[in-house]
């Protein structure tokens, strides 16, 4: 299943532009560019690449990432974990969304995380697989990924617990605060907070299947980050503390987009820097 980048460049740098607090206005006064420079700045692919590199400095991101995007040079490759995983990639309105199964190869016990767009193919998997679906743990409540959550949970039927995130609290979920681990047969479900896209929205860090995962909610995507909504740096923080601080084979299963890994991420992700300049200067 070949899934494209959520974001373009221009969604990057309006994301960026947001955080930072700085519109055209003032971008351009900082360039010390005009505003049509500015329109063709953020082409990306059509502009100078001092302009871009200079772009790129000001809104805090990496200059050559942003051009291999423009160019359509990143398509992140992954090995997802086999067997013990599933995606789900189903529509909400004019985008898609992502779900995910999990399970203990030996008990058979399933966690889902999130409902997507439409929960028939998670309990379809389930049938399929003789799963039992244990939990169901949200990354946050945004009404595309939990729109399904009744249907995915009366679909599959049993008792089934539902986990949100303490911040979020919706009917009929626990809620719990992140940094707790949760059990899954022997795999074990780290939970780590990655708020700024969502006020509780929490990571979770898979360990027990044959690769190490980390479903990630709007938390970040690949090549881009979900619209941070609140303290920018601090939530840049997080993801770097809690997401990208894995090990570099750490598959990342996003809320929008195609899977990625921590280090495909490191190398191409312009919303941090410091990794791409960390290689290029051999540290």
């Known amino acids: 299943m070949s899934i494209p980048l959520e974001d373009t460049v221009a969604d990057i740098i309006g994301k960026a532009q947001r955080g930072l607090d700085i519109d055209d206005a003032e971008l351009a006064r900082r360039l010390e560019i005009s505003a049509y420079e500015l329109s063709v700045a953020k082409e990306v692919a059509n502009a100078p690449a001092?302009?871009?590199d200079r772009l790129a400095e000001v809104l805090e991101l990496d200059g050559r990432s942003l051009q291999e995007l423009a160019q359509g040079k990143y398509t992140p490759t992954v090995r997802a974990p086999d067997p013990g995983f599933f995606m789900a990639n189903t529509a909400y309105g004019d985008m898609t969304v992502n779900a995910y199964?999990?399970?203990?190869?030996?008990t058979k016990l399933a966690a889902a995380f999130d409902s997507g767009g439409d929960a028939q193919p998670l309990v379809d998997e389930?049938?399929?697989?003789?799963?039992?679906?244990?939990?169901?743990?949200l990354t946050h409540t945004h009404v595309d990924h939990v729109t399904?959550?009744?249907r995915l949970c009366e679909k599959v039927g049993g008792s089934i617990g539902v986990h949100v995130p303490e911040p979020e609290k919706i009917g009929g979920a626990v809620p719990f605060k992140p940094g707790v681990t949760f059990f899954l047969g022997k795999l074990h479900i780290e939970s780590r907070s990655t708020s700024g896209h969502s006020p509780g929205g929490t990571t979770y860090h898979i360990h027990g299947l044959d690769a190490p995962l980390a479903i990630v909610g709007d938390a970040l995507f690949a090549g881009s980050v979900g619209g941070i909504k609140q303290d920018y740096h601090g939530s840049l923080k997080l993801i770097r503390d809690n997401i990208l601080s894995g090990q570099d084979n750490t598959v990342l299963a996003?809320?929008?987009?195609?899977?990625?890994?921590?280090?495909?991420e490191k190398e191409h992700n312009p919303f941090f820097p410091e990794f791409r300049k960390a290689v290029a200067e051999g540290i």
């Open 101 to 106: 199964l999990v399970w203990d190869k030996e």
């Open 254 to 264: 996003p809320g929008h987009g195609p899977l990625t890994t921590v280090k495909q």
């Open 126 to 137: 389930i049938k399929k697989r003789g799963l039992k679906l244990q939990d169901v743990y």
């Open 148 to 150: 399904e959550l009744d």
């Open 50 to 52: 001092q302009i871009v």
